[in-house]
């Protein structure tokens, strides 16, 4: 914490993952929950947070990371105008420079798009999912929220493969990915989340939920007496979602099963009076995930930021 004159004026969280070194080879610490009312408390929660680290024996410090990629992380830079989407960040735009203040880098740009619904799948991805459903023998299905469970082990197991390449991916342990789905499950609607599999071998998923905030934001924080009462009454009548996740297992990937969730998604999503959906976060580096949501309609509308700092080594003698 940050005080000034008896007050609070500033949070930091710094934390080191072993799961993260073990699979990289490299020695990070991520910061995160970052509030800041100055620049002065951000530059002082910032150096404390590396100063920590230094002490842990890490070679770089990133964030914001809440605590890692598979959490709340990114910084936003552009698109202040629009409101967070569930489970995205949102921030002053004067946190860029303060951070920035504090001898922080850029890292990776993350970005996030918004798309229209269309009524129908785009019909370059049904002609590519109909050839896929003939020549490989896959099939679409819905989670089973009675085998909740082990329809998590799908998800992490698909994850954990689709993903394992990406910059900053870090695999989902049992305790994360159980408390991410303790997070969701109350906003999960189980035709939005689908499987694909070839002979009964889970290969790929499609994770999308209603944006919760849009019923969220109308009540200011304030859930009680009335507001929680207005939510129950708002959360059926949502018509924006967010697309959290689209992953097929290497090995089976280039083989067009992306085009078959993408054509699953559609007739979900607009068979359910879906008009608007956002989609991310992706790398800024991922042309191929990036130009892909572009050919369905997707807009860039927002920009989050990843900075590091490189903590110096001992001064040889």
Known sequence: MARSEGRDVGRISAAVDRNYDQFHGERQATFGFFEAASPEAAVGLLDAAVAWAGEQGVEVVRGPMSFTTNDECGLLVDGFQYRPAILMPYNPPQYAPWIEGAAFTKAKDLYAFRMPVPSTPPAVFARIAEKVRRKERVSLRVIDMKRFAQELDRVKEVYNSAWDRNWGFVPM??????????????AVVSRLIQFAEIDGETVGFSLIIPDVNVALAPLRGRLFPFG??????????IRVIRLMA????AGFRRRGIESLLIEGMVNQTSAMGYTGCDVGWTLEDNDLVNRLIQEMGGERYKTYRIYERRIPGPTPP
């Open 246 to 249: 689209l992953g097929v297992k």
């Open 173 to 186: 342990t049992d305790a994360e990915i159980d408390h991410m789905a303790a997070q969701l499950k109350p």
């Open 228 to 237: 929680i009462v207005r939510l129950l009454w708002s959360l059926p009548r």
